[in-house]
């Protein structure tokens, strides 16, 4: 008796849901990155604009 754990449609629904969630992980990293860097040159700024 073959069972079938997942049929072509369920492992492409799988990839496009992977691939949804991994796009918004890429877009957040970069507005986190951006968030640090502005935050790291106003820093700076004012450590050494005194």
Do not use: C, N, Y
Not at 1 to 24: F, P, W
Not at 26 to 32: E, P, Q, R
Not at 34 to 41: E, K, M, P, Y
Request: net charge positive.
């Amino acid at each position: 008796m073959e069972t079938v754990l997942a049929t072509k449609q369920d492992l492409m629904d799988l990839r496009i849901e992977v691939e949804k969630s991994r796009s918004g992980l890429i877009k957040w990293m970069f507005i986190f990155w951006i968030g640090q860097l502005v935050s790291f040159i106003g820093i700076a700024k004012f450590i050494f604009h005194q």
